[in-house]
């Protein structure tokens, strides 16, 4: 079956440094991947997304990029702040089941000032 | 106004107790989920519906039911709570668009005593 394995947490940084979550994932069918971000008592938000090989999905600084031949999805960001502190989701979904979603089990990230 | 609520934001009770939670959205999306989050084991999915009329198991339907009342709302129910049902519950939509981004609301943490 579809499965996402991310590193686990949590992931303590100072202000300003660069980050980096490994994603990687099996799946039986062509995938998008996902990052969601879940701040403090809150719900998930979609982060970003890339839904073909090669593509690189990017938003509010962060990066992560489709590596079908290393069947990975690695989320980055160059320059972290103290707001980029949450826990952060990889997940799949393939079109062939329906769509729904297959997370990995989340990363804390905490940025120290 | 937030788009999906979830409600009650936070529950003890106490085992053998039947409980139900209760999800609402305003997204107009035809497509509901519930899912359960614990420590390190990411979101797993509980049932899932396409619409009114199409009710799903996910991953872990043992011991809940659903109810899909409208297409805006879709409840959960803890038939007798035991103490291993004791999580973070989600609720999350979806337009069913061909890379099935999801939007979840704020959460209910439900402890069973």
């Known amino acids: 079956g579809d499965s996402v394995t991310q590193m686990e947490g949590p992931v303590t940084l100072s202000e300003e440094a660069f980050l980096t979550i490994n994603c990687t994932y099996t799946a039986t069918g062509y995938p998008s991947l996902f990052w969601y971000v879940q701040y403090p008592g809150e719900g998930l938000q979609l982060l970003l997304k890339?839904?073909?090989?090669?593509d690189k999905g990017s938003n509010k600084g962060f990066e992560a990029t489709y590596r079908k031949e290393t069947t990975s999805f690695h989320l980055e960001k160059g320059s972290v702040q103290v707001s980029d502190s949450a826990v952060y989701f990889c997940?799949?979904?393939?079109?062939?089941?329906?769509?729904?979603?297959?997370f990995g089990g989340g990363t804390r990230v905490l940025v120290k000032p | 106004d937030a788009d999906v609520t979830q409600t009650p934001r936070n529950r003890i009770t106490k085992t053998g107790k039947r409980i139900m939670l209760e999800c609402s959205q305003t997204?107009?999306?035809?497509?509901m989920y519930w899912y359960r989050q614990d420590p390190g084991l990411g979101l797993q999915l509980i049932y899932y519906?396409?619409?009114?009329?199409?009710?799903n198991k996910g991953e872990i339907s043992d011991g809940y039911s659903v109810s899909r009342q409208a297409q805006a709302k879709f409840s959960l129910s803890l038939e007798s709570a035991i103490p291993n049902q004791t999580a973070l519950y989600f609720c999350a939509t979806s337009d069913g668009g061909r890379y099935n981004e999801q939007f979840f609301g704020p959460g209910t943490r439900l402890t069973v005593l």
């Open positions: 519906s396409f619409d009114v009329k199409d009710i």
């Open positions: 997940a799949l979904g393939v079109q062939a089941a329906g769509n729904k979603l297959t």
């Open positions: 997204k107009g999306h035809d497509r």
């Open positions: 890339a839904t073909k090989a090669d």
